[in-house]
């Protein structure tokens, strides 16, 4: 039996499913007969299971993530028009949109898609730290969404680097140097960062965790935002110098 779609023609339901990422209007085709009825003929279990999905009210994105993992659990993650072939590559991807969220994305993390992913792969088995850590900061995202989205995309990408407004800067410091530059209402930009979620979660990520908690704290206790952002930018200077470091 075969099972056509947008005039693609799939004979099996592993080449069915990896395609499902790439088109809303397969939503359509779960809740159609046809699709069932094919899908039963190679595995009845995984046809009842897509049934029992159907019936959720969960967000199309999450409900074809689901349904492509039922079909072919051998999957790389795939999620919203994009496949990654690593979950590094997620990672990079999620902060790829510094300072806001993609917020399509943030549907990962409501319904803790990527320790489901963890689990259906086997992939915790082998990487249990990586798994509780993941599932950590899932559970950060129920109280603070915009923060755990971040923590995750540090995480995950093991980047080291801050992007901001598709610019990638080698540090916090640079990042500062820069938008002291560009800003003219300094104290808006200080209240800004002082609360950012990226910065903390690129604090808790990277080894400049403590110069941008020293940073954050500076935020909190001064008044005039450009005291405090020339503060933290001549503590970065004597931290280059006595670390021999060229100041760039």
Not at 39 to 59: C, G, N, T, Y
Not at 107 to 113: A, F, H, K, S, V
Not at 210 to 221: F, I, N, Q, W
């Amino acid at each position: 039996m075969e099972y056509s779609f947008d005039g693609i023609t799939y004979s099996d339901i592993f080449s069915l499913a990896k395609d499902f990422y790439r088109n809303d209007r397969f939503l359509q085709a779960l809740h159609s007969d046809e699709l069932i009825d094919f899908v039963a003929k190679e595995d009845a279990f995984k046809a009842e299971r897509i049934e029992k999905l159907r019936l959720q009210s969960i967000p199309d994105d999450v409900m074809l993530f689901r349904a492509a993992m039922i079909l072919n659990p051998f999957l790389p993650f795939s999620f919203h028009h994009h496949r990654f072939e690593s979950l590094s590559d997620l990672g990079k991807y999620m902060l790829s949109f510094s300072p806001s969220p993609d917020t399509a994305f943030l549907g990962l993390l409501r319904y803790e898609l990527i320790t489901e992913y963890m689990g259906i792969t086997r992939y915790k088995d082998s990487h249990k730290e990586e798994y509780e850590e993941v599932k950590e900061i899932e559970h950060i995202s129920r109280n603070d969404m915009t923060y755990a989205y971040y923590c995750m995309g540090y995480y995950l990408s093991k980047s080291k680097s801050i992007i901001y407004d598709h610019v990638e800067y080698k540090d916090i410091y640079n990042l500062t140097y820069f938008l002291v530059k560009k800003e003219k209402d300094l104290n808006a930009l200080g209240s800004y960062l002082s609360f950012s979620p990226l910065l903390k979660a690129y604090g808790k990520y990277t080894s400049e965790g403590g110069l941008v908690d020293s940073y954050l704290h500076l935020c909190k206790e001064l008044d005039e935002s450009k005291e405090h952002l020339d503060a933290f930018l001549e503590k970065r200077k004597r931290k280059l110098l006595e670390d021999n470091l060229p100041e760039k």
